[in-house]
């Protein structure tokens, strides 16, 4: 398997613009989590998906945020409208209910 | 609320020297526990975890140690390597959750 893909891996923006971040999680695992890490608050979790319904999306910071799940194998994450402080790398990972998550290798974003 | 803390953002220890990575938490409802290495550029990846029924796990080079009592967890890494050097990050879950908790992470050098 090819574990956890995201794209893209970098991402510059204008302050105002969309934004969209893409996870492929690995084929079997029914849970799928957005984290993004900061220097201040670490890897923090903003929502995350089981059988790809939203379970818990306390994390994400504001409406501008805005994340789906369309089917078992991919996820998206939005930012509408983007702004400087949301800089940082978005992390998407997935797990099968076992013992152990697996993280994709993230998206830097870049908000100018 | 930060309810997984990693009091030491960065620790700097001798080559064959044993590495200890310290990290409390506030929630007892925690019934798992995980450490996650992460380089620059990658996504964390799995390195140890313990569920709170023991005390100790321990996987050739690394052994955690949870004091549920204390609210406290260790990581110790014996003998450290250079390759050992990246971020540590602490991550808990609750029973029957499976959102991860993470902790800011401690940067640990391994001095050649």
């Known amino acids: 398997d090819a574990g956890v893909i995201q794209s893209p891996r970098h991402e510059v923006t204008e302050m105002g613009q969309e934004v969209t971040l893409r996870c492929k999680p690995i084929?079997?695992?029914?849970?799928l989590f957005w984290y993004r890490q900061t220097m201040m608050r670490g890897l923090e979790l903003l929502i995350y998906?089981?059988?790809?319904?939203?379970?818990?999306d306390s994390g994400m910071p504001e409406d501008r945020f805005s994340a789906k799940m369309p089917n078992a194998s991919f996820s998206t994450l939005k930012i509408q409208p983007s702004e400087p402080r949301d800089s940082a790398v978005y992390f998407c990972?997935?797990?099968?209910?076992?013992?152990?998550?697996?993280f994709g290798s993230g998206t830097r974003l870049t908000v100018v | 609320d930060q309810q997984v803390k990693q009091n030491s953002p960065s620790l700097s220890v001798q080559e064959g020297r044993i590495s200890i990575l310290n990290c409390d938490y506030t929630?007892?409802?925690?019934?798992?526990f995980l450490w996650y290495k992460k380089y620059p550029a990658e996504g964390p990846t799995f390195l140890i975890s313990?569920?709170?029924?023991?005390d100790k796990n321990e996987d050739g080079r690394f052994t955690v140690f949870l004091n549920k009592s204390a609210k406290h967890l260790s990581l110790h890494i014996v003998p450290s390597q250079p390759g050992d050097s990246a971020v540590y990050f602490c991550?808990?879950?609750?029973?029957?959750?499976?959102?991860?908790?993470f902790g800011t992470g401690t940067r640990l050098t391994i001095i050649p």
């Open positions: 313990i569920s709170s029924i023991k």
């Open positions: 990972a997935s797990s099968s209910g076992a013992s152990s998550w697996t």
């Open positions: 929630n007892s409802m925690f019934d798992y």
């Open positions: 084929s079997g695992h029914n849970s």
């Open positions: 998906f089981n059988n790809n319904v939203p379970i818990d």
């Open positions: 991550a808990a879950k609750n029973f029957g959750n499976e959102k991860l908790t």
